[in-house]
């Protein structure tokens, strides 16, 4: 892909996530005005963002396709959803979950 081919206006730009620093990097260069849903989800296959795009996020967090993995701090849970293969890191707090 060359940038040339891509410049222009848009209306938005969104993450389609794999870590924090997407998005960070988008708002560090004025790109992202607010944040969208997978800008802060750790999604390591661009196939499965691809499929939940496709399936309009049909199942995207349902409770039977969630397993808690671990605290990954003091405040926070890692929660992943198995069918597509995404992790949130920031969303599941320690306060209001545990891990059973």
Known sequence: MNLE????HYDAIFSLGDLCLT???LKDNNLR???GIL???SSPS????NVLLQNRFADFLNLKNLRIIKYISQWDLLVWDEVYNIGFNHDFKT???TLT
């Not at 081919?5 to 222009?8: A, C």
């Open 39 to 41: 800008d802060w989800v």
């Open 23 to 25: 998005s960070l990097q």
């Open 33 to 35: 005005t607010f944040s």
């Open 46 to 49: 661009l196939k499965n963002v």
């Open 5 to 8: 081919d891509i410049k222009g």
């Open 95 to 97: 306060d209001k979950n």
